[in-house]
């Protein structure tokens, strides 16, 4: 795909989904009673205004990345009927409704992703790939086989299979596989000391897809979103503990997320799914966990962000005390221009260390 079009393609996305959070926070104002002055679509400076609608001016501007709104009173708690000087309960509708539309978008996109595909089959192990003169080459397995059990006992789920493997190194098991609809057992014996990131029986595992009625897809599709939020709060821990390769767990910036993207739309080019309607289920995948990140990324209590935001009204809900408004909006200047400086160290991290989807 042409280069400039594909930048055009993430741009539009980022402007699509950044779109989305600020229009979340546009309809919880208006639903709280707190005035939106401006909608603008992209960054000022302002190129244009459109119109007016219902005391909100909805412009256009010059930087064409999403949009945001400008409530009354967003930093100046005088201001009668303004954000600042609002209830700290609509404060925190306001900041929540941000993150719960990005939240949304990617529920929605998971939705038709599975609605398309299936779901995983957790309880089967599908090979995906086999390293050369491995254990499972030398038996006759096949990427697409099917695994369904070890030694008789039917898998719960690919690591506890692996965790079954493992435990019996360097000693024979009976697989039961499933190729082509047909079943058939296949003796191997796992290796105690595989070459690095082959493992014992020398495969790449993964769910194999299955169909599923639309409410179950909605059903995954919220588990999948639960489980990328704790997979997420639960990284610190595990680059911590070493579990985690630091590389692939860093934050990424406008390039990491063209990498990333531009290797979605090339696995759509290259791989064959079998759907309804053709569809780029790795794009669409792709930008279901991108509006997610954003949903978690501005739930992080860091001031500036609506997390911090969050934070700011906590004293107040709990202790009926609240933070004086020349403090926060002091903490919020300084943590933006922190966030700007941190933004350019992960676009240079994006450059000289891009981003590979593993």
Not at 139 to 153: K, T
Request: overall charge negative; cysteine-free; glycine content about 8%.
């Amino acid at each position: 795909m042409n280069i400039i079009l594909l930048i055009l393609q993430v741009v539009f996305v980022i402007g699509v989904l950044i779109f989305f959070h600020e229009l979340g926070h546009f309809l919880s104002a208006r639903a709280v009673g707190v005035p939106i002055e401006e909608f603008g679509f992209g960054y000022p400076p302002r190129l244009a205004k459109l119109g007016e609608w219902k005391g909100t001016v909805i412009s256009l501007n010059w930087i064409p990345f999403g949009g945001f709104v400008r409530p009354k009173g967003e930093a100046d708690d005088s201001i009668e009927d303004g954000m600042a000087a609002a209830p700290a309960w609509k404060r925190l509708v306001i900041a929540l409704s941000g993150p719960v539309m990005n939240f949304l978008i990617g529920i929605i996109l998971l939705v038709v992703i599975y609605s398309a595909i299936g779901i995983p089959a957790s309880d089967q192990a599908m090979i995906t790939q086999i390293a050369p003169n491995s254990p499972a080459m030398q038996v006759g397995l096949q990427p697409g086989d099917i695994i369904l059990a070890v030694d008789g006992q039917p898998i719960q789920d690919i690591d506890r299979l692996i965790e079954t493997i493992n435990q019996q190194l360097g000693e024979e098991i009976i697989l039961t596989v499933e190729r082509d609809g047909e079943q058939s057992t296949i003796a191997i014996t796992p290796r105690a000391n595989p070459p690095e990131g082959e493992g014992a029986m020398g495969v790449g595992l993964g769910n194999p897809l299955k169909p599923t009625p639309f409410f179950q897809s909605v059903g995954f599709a919220f588990q999948s979103t639960g489980y990328i939020i704790r997979e997420t709060f639960l990284l610190p821990i595990r680059l911590i503990r070493g579990t985690v390769d630091p590389a692939l767990a860093r934050p990424v910036g406008y390039k990491g997320i063209y990498d990333i993207y531009s290797q979605a739309v090339e696995m759509d080019q290259q791989t064959e799914l079998a759907t309804a309607e053709p569809l780029p289920i790795f794009t669409l995948s792709i930008i279901a966990n991108i509006s997610i990140a954003l949903g978690i990324t501005n739930l992080l209590p860091i001031p500036a962000l609506d997390g911090g935001r969050i934070l700011f009204t906590l004293p107040e809900l709990l202790f009926k005390k609240r933070i004086p408004q020349k403090w926060e909006n002091a903490v919020n200047t300084v943590s933006l221009m922190l966030l700007i400086f941190l933004m350019v160290v992960i676009t240079v991290l994006d450059f000289t260390n891009p981003v590979v989807i593993p």
